[in-house]
């Protein structure tokens, strides 16, 4: 089996054309099958020649997004999805998971399931040589979801805008990810960081790999409470792309932390068995 | 009980005196048994009136050391060591371990001992008012020994130089930590690079919070291998210790990451029941 590697660039000019989605559609992904709606100076949607489908309560899966987020966003699976309530969930996290799940109907958010490993979210997808994919006898975890127990370790839930490019996580840390007695470790949301600008920048640009993150701590965050995560991507520019992100809580009036961090763009393709 | 915070700042002029070890002992925590040592421009020691004892094996406990280091490295204790090897190790990891440990014994290397909790690391001592500890009813773990089974999360070890100011961390992630499929998640790096900072910038300056975290990536991190961490304390100044981090293989021919870490000095106060 060949395992080809492609590094693209996204040199588009027009202001309205700077959207990794959108590059990533007219420029490589060749989806003959999408037409181009420009909506607002901003945003700017596909839509497919056939119509929409719409499945919101687990995972708004439509084809108005390109290949990344359907296949993410798996319509029919067996497999356990993480990012769902649990008993754990404190309510201000409950509440506002259900206020954004309302968005998924109306406003173009989607909410990102979770599986066990990465393995499962790239399924059919090749990655480049070099990066030889270990036997999947192990029980391979993703780290944010290394606990098991549900309200000990790592309970989130990633919301995503397409068009804009943006994604919110709504993060509860557990008392098996503490640092100073009470609160969530440092490192524990430096990961959770990383993650979700990893979610963000594949599904907004093709970003897999962390080049850089770079952190400023401001509070504590207590453990079982909510922290809420807004992630932006800011530029696609030479093969990588910008993103920003602030740690608060849910009224803002708390900053936990704000990073910025780069990741570099390698387009994964289908996997063929010859 | 009252709960009282005091900053420090380090404001030494001769060089022989820049350590942080040395500045909290003359300074502020008032060892009037202690007399004073020059080895060498870049070394300093302490070395008690009453002479200085040693326990090789499983963390060297002299009392040429000051408090925070004694008190890190319980002499007697009951509490579970993780920073041990098992069977999960790989000879890498136990070769470099067990070299390591000969250091103890002659070159002033600590290995230091990992409880489950960081209050198990701090009993005794006063948390800064506003940081409320919360019941210790619940089952809390620091985040980087956040996984029981051996060898499925994070395996590690690290090994301070009070003189030097430095430390090595042994780190080997397991098939719980991943990121991309057979490696290391970045953000487990992260959270083991702000692990390791933190328990050099206590011993080494009293340094307690993360203030920010500045990485690069270069290389992933296979699962199941080793990977090395050298910490440096590059300077201590304003109540900040500014750290350095290199993870490499144990050959040192691949470069993983690249950290610098800033954290902000608080001294803690035994605690005293009134």
Redesign the interface.
Known sequence: MLMILKCKAFQISSPTLQSGLMASVTVSLNLPNFAVRFDGMSDCLLEPAGGIYMDHGSCLISSIFPSQVSRFCLKKTDLKDYALPNASWCPDMLNLYQEFLEKTKTDGWIKLPSFK???DH?QGLK?PSG????S?K???????R??QVEG??YEYVIFFHPSKKKSICLFQPG??????????????L??????TF?KTAYLAGEG??????????KN?I??GSLAVLKVDVEKIEDQKLYMSCIAQSRDQQTVYAKCSGVFLQLQLEEESFQ
Request: glycine content about 10%.
């Open positions: 490993s990465n393995r790239i990655l990066l030889a994919v270990a999947d192990s029980d391979w975890r993703i780290f944010t290394c606990i000990q370790g008392p098996y990810l503490e640092g100073a007695p009470g609160f969530a470790h440092g490192g524990s430096a990961a959770m960081m990383d993650e990893s897999l790999f962390t080049v850089s993150l770079n952190i400023r701590f504590l207590p453990v």
